[in-house]
Protein backbone atom coordinates (compact mmCIF):
# COMPACT_ATOMS: atom_id res chain seq x y z
CA UNK A 1 0.00 0.00 0.00
CA UNK A 2 1.65 3.29 -0.87
CA UNK A 3 1.58 6.23 1.84
CA UNK A 4 0.10 9.35 0.40
CA UNK A 5 2.44 12.28 0.93
CA UNK A 6 1.38 15.36 2.49
CA UNK A 7 1.62 18.53 0.23
CA UNK A 8 3.40 21.71 0.99
CA UNK A 9 0.15 23.83 1.21
CA UNK A 10 -1.27 21.08 3.76
CA UNK A 11 1.84 20.99 5.52
CA UNK A 12 1.64 25.15 5.80
CA UNK A 13 -1.88 25.12 6.78
CA UNK A 14 -1.42 22.73 9.75
CA UNK A 15 1.50 25.11 10.79
CA UNK A 16 -0.31 28.09 10.81
CA UNK A 17 -0.89 29.52 14.12
CA UNK A 18 0.84 30.32 17.66
CA UNK A 19 3.25 28.10 19.08
CA UNK A 20 5.83 28.15 22.04
CA UNK A 21 9.07 26.77 21.11
CA UNK A 22 11.84 24.97 23.44
CA UNK A 23 15.05 25.02 22.05
CA UNK A 24 18.64 23.41 22.74
CA UNK A 25 21.53 24.37 20.63
CA UNK A 26 25.22 22.97 20.74
CA UNK A 27 27.87 24.46 18.82
CA UNK A 28 30.23 21.48 19.04
CA UNK A 29 33.51 23.89 18.13
CA UNK A 30 33.20 25.81 21.60
CA UNK A 31 31.37 23.10 23.10
CA UNK A 32 29.19 25.24 24.49
CA UNK A 33 24.96 24.97 24.33
CA UNK A 34 21.68 27.43 24.63
CA UNK A 35 18.68 26.70 25.21
CA UNK A 36 15.95 29.17 24.45
CA UNK A 37 12.20 29.49 24.70
CA UNK A 38 9.88 31.38 22.29
CA UNK A 39 6.80 32.33 21.11
CA UNK A 40 6.37 31.68 17.36
CA UNK A 41 3.98 33.18 15.18
CA UNK A 42 2.85 32.02 11.53
CA UNK A 43 0.74 33.05 9.16
CA UNK A 44 -0.40 33.30 5.40
CA UNK A 45 0.37 36.42 4.05
CA UNK A 46 -1.09 37.27 0.63
CA UNK A 47 1.15 37.10 -2.97
CA UNK A 48 0.58 40.77 -3.08
CA UNK A 49 1.59 41.61 0.04
CA UNK A 50 4.32 44.14 -0.50
CA UNK A 51 7.06 42.28 1.79
CA UNK A 52 6.27 39.81 -0.72
CA UNK A 53 6.58 41.55 -4.01
CA UNK A 54 10.09 43.06 -2.74
CA UNK A 55 11.42 39.29 -2.76
CA UNK A 56 10.75 38.74 -5.92
CA UNK A 57 12.19 41.63 -7.07
CA UNK A 58 15.64 41.13 -4.81
CA UNK A 59 15.61 37.74 -6.83
CA UNK A 60 15.03 39.37 -10.25
CA UNK A 61 11.77 37.19 -10.59
CA UNK A 62 8.38 37.96 -11.63
CA UNK A 63 5.63 37.51 -8.97
CA UNK A 64 3.98 33.84 -8.75
CA UNK A 65 0.49 33.88 -8.22
CA UNK A 66 0.88 30.05 -7.03
CA UNK A 67 3.59 30.73 -4.59
CA UNK A 68 2.57 30.24 -0.69
CA UNK A 69 3.79 33.04 1.41
CA UNK A 70 4.29 32.84 5.04
CA UNK A 71 5.64 35.40 7.88
CA UNK A 72 7.12 33.84 10.84
CA UNK A 73 7.83 35.83 13.63
CA UNK A 74 9.26 34.99 17.13
CA UNK A 75 9.77 36.96 20.38
CA UNK A 76 12.92 34.71 22.05
CA UNK A 77 14.39 34.60 25.11
CA UNK A 78 18.14 32.53 25.72
CA UNK A 79 20.28 31.68 28.39
CA UNK A 80 23.11 32.53 26.37
CA UNK A 81 25.79 34.87 28.45
CA UNK A 82 25.12 35.87 31.86
CA UNK A 83 21.62 37.77 31.64
CA UNK A 84 18.85 36.01 29.82
CA UNK A 85 18.30 38.30 26.40
CA UNK A 86 15.32 38.89 24.53
CA UNK A 87 15.13 39.30 20.96
CA UNK A 88 12.38 39.82 18.10
CA UNK A 89 12.41 39.31 14.41
CA UNK A 90 10.30 38.54 11.27
CA UNK A 91 11.72 36.02 8.40
CA UNK A 92 8.99 35.48 5.64
CA UNK A 93 9.63 32.53 3.45
CA UNK A 94 7.98 32.11 0.01
CA UNK A 95 7.53 28.64 -1.45
CA UNK A 96 7.76 27.76 -4.95
CA UNK A 97 6.78 24.50 -5.74
CA UNK A 98 8.04 22.35 -8.19
CA UNK A 99 5.24 19.93 -7.22
CA UNK A 100 3.01 19.16 -4.80
CA UNK A 101 6.10 17.69 -2.92
CA UNK A 102 9.04 19.71 -3.57
CA UNK A 103 9.95 23.24 -4.80
CA UNK A 104 12.39 25.97 -4.00
CA UNK A 105 12.09 28.42 -1.02
CA UNK A 106 12.66 32.12 -0.85
CA UNK A 107 13.54 34.23 2.36
CA UNK A 108 14.13 37.82 2.74
CA UNK A 109 16.91 36.62 5.25
CA UNK A 110 19.02 33.57 5.65
CA UNK A 111 18.29 31.75 8.98
CA UNK A 112 22.48 30.81 9.21
CA UNK A 113 23.89 34.25 7.44
CA UNK A 114 21.79 37.16 7.31
CA UNK A 115 21.27 37.93 3.97
CA UNK A 116 18.53 37.01 1.62
CA UNK A 117 18.77 33.09 0.41
CA UNK A 118 16.65 30.38 -1.41
CA UNK A 119 16.62 26.88 -0.12
CA UNK A 120 15.24 23.49 -1.73
CA UNK A 121 12.48 21.50 0.32
CA UNK A 122 10.92 18.59 0.02
CA UNK A 123 8.48 16.10 1.85
CA UNK A 124 9.46 12.94 2.75
CA UNK A 125 7.28 9.49 3.26
CA UNK A 126 6.81 10.42 6.54
CA UNK A 127 5.54 13.65 6.07
CA UNK A 128 8.19 15.47 7.50
CA UNK A 129 9.39 18.98 5.72
CA UNK A 130 12.69 19.18 4.83
CA UNK A 131 14.83 22.39 4.09
CA UNK A 132 18.30 23.34 2.67
CA UNK A 133 20.31 25.90 2.12
CA UNK A 134 23.46 26.51 0.56
CA UNK A 135 25.46 29.78 2.19
CA UNK A 136 28.55 31.43 0.80
CA UNK A 137 29.99 29.22 3.97
CA UNK A 138 27.95 26.94 5.64
CA UNK A 139 25.01 24.56 4.69
CA UNK A 140 21.60 24.48 6.87
CA UNK A 141 20.00 21.34 6.79
CA UNK A 142 16.54 21.55 9.10
CA UNK A 143 13.91 18.44 9.15
CA UNK A 144 9.96 19.74 10.62
CA UNK A 145 7.99 17.03 11.72
CA UNK A 146 4.57 17.20 13.13
CA UNK A 147 4.67 14.41 16.10
CA UNK A 148 1.03 15.20 16.65
CA UNK A 149 -1.97 18.07 15.60
CA UNK A 150 -0.44 20.48 17.89
CA UNK A 151 3.08 19.33 18.19
CA UNK A 152 5.82 20.08 16.20
CA UNK A 153 9.88 18.84 16.23
CA UNK A 154 12.64 20.80 14.22
CA UNK A 155 15.91 19.70 13.93
CA UNK A 156 18.64 21.38 12.67
CA UNK A 157 22.64 20.84 11.36
CA UNK A 158 24.82 23.69 10.25
CA UNK A 159 28.24 22.09 8.29
CA UNK A 160 31.25 24.23 6.87
CA UNK A 161 30.64 24.36 3.14
CA UNK A 162 34.27 23.75 2.62
CA UNK A 163 34.95 21.07 5.05
CA UNK A 164 31.58 19.66 5.78
CA UNK A 165 32.13 19.69 9.05
CA UNK A 166 29.35 19.63 11.41
CA UNK A 167 29.53 23.40 13.61
CA UNK A 168 25.93 22.96 15.27
CA UNK A 169 22.77 21.00 16.13
CA UNK A 170 19.77 22.13 17.40
CA UNK A 171 16.44 20.62 18.79
CA UNK A 172 13.40 22.51 18.92
CA UNK A 173 10.05 20.82 20.55
CA UNK A 174 6.93 23.73 19.57
CA UNK A 175 3.87 22.91 21.37
CA UNK A 176 0.45 24.90 19.97
CA UNK A 177 -1.03 27.65 22.23
CA UNK A 178 -4.67 26.58 22.18
CA UNK A 179 -6.05 29.54 23.43
CA UNK A 180 -5.47 31.19 20.47
CA UNK A 181 -7.73 28.64 18.49
CA UNK A 182 -11.09 29.86 16.84
CA UNK A 183 -14.03 27.18 17.20
Known sequence: MTK?????????DKSIGEWKSIRSTHTLAFQEFENSTSKIYI???????????????????????????????????SDWGE???SKEDETILI????????GIVLRNKGYTESFISS???????????HIKTIYNSK???????FLSTHIR?????????E?????????????????????
Open 119 to 129: SNYFIDEQNDL
Open 163 to 183: NNSIIQTSHTSEIRNMANLKD
Open 95 to 102: FLPKDENS
Open 4 to 12: ILATISQFI
Open 43 to 77: KHIKSKNKKVVEIFKNYKLSLNPYCIAISIKWQAI
Open 83 to 85: DNT
Open 153 to 161: SRFSTIRDK
Open 139 to 145: VSEERIS
